[in-house]
């Protein structure tokens, strides 16, 4: 198996191979969290932490071994590199939010009441869970990743979505109504606008992340993850990075997953990576936002804290990147890197820098579709 150190330098050699220019203008993604983080009173970027975690960053990549692997490593992932895949990256990321659990109010992430999908003998939780389902369905002979499927409500009642999305321990999938109103608007905008597939939509972007996000920001209304802070509209996008991140890392930057600006690409504002940004030090929190947090408070969707968290988190994470010192490491390495780690504190409980455990100020609970 690759490790993560063996992935990066490939994906990072054909980021140079794509690239016609080593600079690639900020984002408006990138400039709103600047201005985010330069306003921001609940949470802080920490630039120093940040510049520590960046060496930090590079001792991990370079020692680590085979702990990280590549996307399609993952057991979950799809192995095939053909439009099939598309349509299932598709299916995920616009399905891809709001997996925390009410029942875990401590977010150990093993509360064994917490949403979960048995697949071959394991049970998953989390973001697993909905790759679990949509694999089980495929299984199945559910067509479940195809848009004309699950745009047509005859053919794909929501009764078979629930199915499909049914949980085997006591807590139900969060938001279904939402899952399902969203599978039908972005199965119908792609029949409208790109033949049905995903695949189509990609034909239109001319190997450009910026335009795939123009596209579906335009077409697609569930991906337009903006939110008002003092006065001024702010985008940070998390699904629909995330969806052409993973299209990029699924085929390696190469052939549908080339993008020639996709260092414009930020890290994905979730629930999970800014934890652990707080943990190793990038991000500082107000005594209130922290209070709201370790009393697993449900805070409101755009409240200014969530806004704060979410903006703070995306610049911290560019401080990092810009002061690692490994050329072409871009945001979405080092967001993978971080939610994986994450995961994987979340289930030890090891904490090594600064004596703060992740599980002593749990994730922000935030029912959100977009993230």
């Not at 335009?211 to 998390?238: A, H, Q, V």
């Not at 549908?256 to 260092?263: A, K, L, S, V």
Request: aromatic fraction near 12%; include cysteine; charge should be negative.
């Amino acid at each position: 198996m690759p490790t993560i150190v063996t992935v990066i330098q490939a994906l990072v050699h054909s980021t140079l191979q794509n690239s016609e220019s080593g600079f690639t203008a900020m984002s408006r993604v990138l400039e709103d969290s600047k201005f985010i983080a330069s306003n921001s009173k609940d949470v802080q970027v920490n630039a120093e932490g940040c510049y520590r975690v960046a060496s930090w960053i590079e001792h991990q990549l370079d020692n680590l071994g085979p702990k990280f692997a590549n996307w399609q490593d993952h057991e979950l992932h799809p192995k095939s590199q053909d439009a099939h895949t598309l349509d299932w990256i598709f299916l995920i990321d616009i399905l891809n939010f709001s997996f925390w659990s009410d029942a875990d109010t401590r977010d150990s992430g093993n509360h064994p009441a917490r949403f979960g999908v048995r697949y071959k003998g394991n049970l998953y939780t989390g973001y697993w869970s909905l790759c679990a389902a949509v694999n089980k369905a495929l299984d199945n002979d559910i067509p479940i990743t195809n848009p004309t499927f699950y745009a047509d409500e005859a053919r794909c009642p929501d009764d078979l979505i629930a199915s499909i999305f049914a949980s085997d321990t006591k807590e139900p999938v969060p938001l279904l109504a939402e899952r399902i109103r969203i599978m039908r608007a972005s199965g119908k905008a792609l029949l409208k606008h790109y033949q049905g597939r995903f695949v189509h939509l990609l034909d239109k972007c001319d190997h450009s992340a910026q335009k795939l996000l123009g596209l579906l920001l335009k077409n697609f209304p569930d991906f337009r993850d903006i939110s008002l802070y003092k006065g001024r509209e702010c985008y940070i996008l998390k699904r629909a990075q995330i969806l052409v991140a993973e299209t990029w890392a699924c085929f390696h930057g190469k052939s549908y997953g080339r993008f020639d600006d996709i260092d414009s690409i930020t890290m994905f504002a979730d629930y999970r990576v800014p934890q652990i940004l707080w943990q190793l030090g990038c991000l500082d929190y107000s005594a209130e936002f922290e209070d709201r947090l370790r009393k697993s408070l449900l805070i409101a969707h755009n409240d200014p804290m969530e806004i704060e968290m979410r903006g703070c988190s995306i610049w911290a994470v560019e401080l990092v990147r810009q002061a690692a010192n490994r050329q072409n490491l871009n945001a979405i390495m080092i967001d993978f890197f971080l939610w994986d780690l994450a995961k994987e504190w979340q289930a030890t409980g090891y904490s090594p820098h600064q004596g703060r455990v992740l599980s002593s100020v749990p994730s922000i609970r935030v029912r959100s579709i977009y993230y």
